[in-house]
């Protein structure tokens, strides 16, 4: 399992090399990396889309063992990577949620899908106002790691609910303002 905790960081390593590869100052020696990242990425693509169309000629055997593979961390990351996930990215964020819905529930808290478009997903996160501060920021940061685990292709997360309430009960102006009716602002 040590291999699974250091394959986000090696993703992150990767882009950076990636776009390490933008400053390299002889167009060649650039041109060269790009086509051979390109052919690696080609080839992997290629490979993966073969596995994942054997076993679905095997059947209902082979789909439930694709299903079972999408759902391990590393290979769902390489398959949203290729555009072979089984699973659109709404439906893998509606999984995770239940998914985490009882450790949500240990924390006081749940959530759920809001919206889902254009790789735009928000969420609504409920702590029935119990929680302080520190506490919020636990809880996004665990809604995040686990939504950014399910779905690395989203484009963005919003998470709503999740904002510290004041101190001194006080509510500001700007608050009241952009929580009132577009017709009233």
């Known amino acids: 399992m040590a291999r699974e905790t250091e394959f986000p960081s090696e993703m992150q390593r990767i882009g950076t090399l990636v776009r390490e590869l933008e400053t390299i100052a002889d167009p060649a020696s650039q041109s060269t990396a790009k086509e051979l990242v390109r052919l690696l990425m080609n080839m992997h693509e290629a490979g993966l889309q073969r596995i994942l169309e054997t076993l679905a000629k095997s059947g209902e055997l082979g789909s439930g063992m694709?299903?079972?593979l999408s759902k391990d961390p590393i290979v769902s990351g390489l398959l949203v990577l290729y555009d072979l996930h089984p699973e659109d990215l709404q439906t893998r964020v509606e999984q995770k949620l239940r998914g985490i819905s009882s450790a949500l529930f240990r924390m006081g808290a749940e959530a759920r899908l809001v919206s889902s478009a254009d790789g735009l997903v928000r969420i609504r996160v409920e702590t029935g106002g119990k929680s302080c501060g520190s506490t919020l920021g636990q809880l996004q940061k665990f809604v995040?790691?686990?939504?950014?685990?399910a779905a690395p292709?989203?484009?963005?997360?919003?998470?709503?609910?999740?904002e510290?309430?004041?101190?001194?009960?006080?509510?500001?102006v700007e608050k009241l303002l952009s929580a009132a009716p577009s017709s009233l602002a």
């Open 66 to 68: 694709i299903q079972e």
């Open 144 to 149: 995040e790691d686990a939504i950014y685990e």
């Open 153 to 162: 292709d989203l484009s963005g997360l919003i998470l709503e609910g999740l």
């Open 164 to 172: 510290a309430p004041s101190a001194s009960g006080f509510v500001g």
